[in-house]
């Protein structure tokens, strides 16, 4: 019987961490997996060690301030391997954690599988070399990264980006914003602020600002607003006073892939968010802002010129990023009316958009990830 203990830190870590292990359980029915995640984690049939509400911050200051919270979920995953023994240990990105528990459970004697490292290629290049002491395999999910791994001494295989095979709508354009009291034939726009408090704090103020004076200019635009889980209602308060202003904008909670579907133009924090943008092929404008300081430090010890993954995988910016002092309520509003009023410009976008989904891989990732963290479990025993 297989013993897997898995770590995730973010809703897009516990949609993959759900759907590996329902693979993980399909693949061999006897199979445990217990670990750290989210309610996907858990509806797959894992027990959960801690949720990872209340873990992910973006800057230094919020870092810190999650600290005492991290270092308790660390404790009691260890504890939880020291008296479980899993035959092999699953990272699925957040390195915030991931990587202590990693080189804590290989003292262990316990293999560690990475799947969807961090983009340390990015930044922190010195990542690789802490990686490579206590990492048997990674998994990688963008094609360019196989190559950086391998140069660093790191076991790794490229077995494509999980969200192509997540991101099917479950419900068509129209049936969905007619549930959602808006019209199917009006142009929508969706703004997808991000998945952590911070992120919102520092986003989604100005994405209602822009969505003000996108009224201004297109009379007949709607919008609607990716909700991640797990988010406290304030920090919408923004949208709530949209709405008072009889502008017409809804908020819908654990429904991207729908959102994403029915919507003409996205807004979209930096993130993974953008990939799935990328699958759905719909004309993004890229946005996000760091305190100063964490800003700073980005910039300083970056290797990459954007921040878009989308525009990484493409080489080049094929949708703009407003980062920083360049991300304004005037600016994002300019944009998406740009690919409101010029059809020209969102066939071009699609095109680009559609070369980068080619580059993803072709599906079954998870089953594939899955059958790799069998053999490595399974090795153990050998």
Request: proline share 5%; hydrophobic share 45%; net charge negative.
């Amino acid at each position: 019987m297989p013993n897997i203990l898995i770590s995730c830190g973010e809703p897009s870590g516990d949609l993959y961490a759900g759907a590996l292990t329902k693979e993980l359980v399909a693949l061999d029915p006897t199979v445990r997996v217990y670990g750290l995640g989210g309610d996907h984690l858990q509806e797959s049939g894992a027990d959960l060690v801690a949720h990872y509400e209340g873990l992910a911050a973006t800057g230094i200051s919020e870092a810190l301030a999650v600290l005492p919270h991290s270092i308790k979920i660390y404790r009691s995953m260890v504890a939880r391997a020291r008296a479980d023994r899993p035959d092999v240990f699953v990272a699925i990105d957040f390195p915030e954690i991931n990587f202590r528990l990693a080189a804590a459970l290989r003292k262990l004697g316990i293999p560690v599988v990475y799947y969807i490292g961090p983009q340390a290629w990015a930044w922190r290049r010195g990542r690789f070399e802490t990686m490579r002491r206590f990492v048997d395999l990674a998994l990688v999910i963008f094609p360019f990264e196989k190559a950086i791994y391998q140069e660093a001494g790191i076991p790794v295989e490229f077995v494509g980006h999980p969200l192509v095979e997540l991101s099917e709508p479950t419900e068509g354009r129209e049936s969905f914003l007619h549930s959602q009291g808006l019209v199917s034939t009006a142009p929508t726009v969706a703004l997808l602020p991000g998945s952590r408090p911070n992120e919102l704090r520092a986003i989604l103020p100005e994405l209602t600002e822009a969505a003000r004076l996108v009224r201004k200019q297109c009379a007949d635009v709607q919008f609607i607003v990716a909700r991640a889980p797990h988010l406290r209602h304030e920090l919408f308060e923004s949208i709530f006073a949209l709405q008072e202003t009889r502008i017409p904008v809804q908020i819908v909670e654990s429904r991207t892939n729908d959102v994403l579907a029915a919507a003409d133009v996205v807004v979209t924090a930096s993130g993974t968010a953008t990939v799935q943008t990328a699958i759905h092929q719909r004309p993004m404008v890229i946005v996000y802002r760091l305190s100063a300081l964490t800003y700073w430090l980005v910039k300083t010890f970056s290797h990459v010129d954007n921040a878009g993954m989308v525009n990484l995988i493409a080489g080049k910016e094929i949708v703009p990023e407003l980062l920083q002092e360049r991300f304004t309520a005037n600016a994002v509003a300019t944009e998406v009316i740009r690919f409101l009023t010029d059809r020209q410009a969102v066939l071009h976008t699609s095109e680009m958009l559609a070369q980068v989904r080619e580059q993803l891989g072709a599906g079954e990732v998870s089953r594939r990830v899955a059958e790799r963290v069998l053999a490595v479990a399974d090795s153990k025993h050998a």
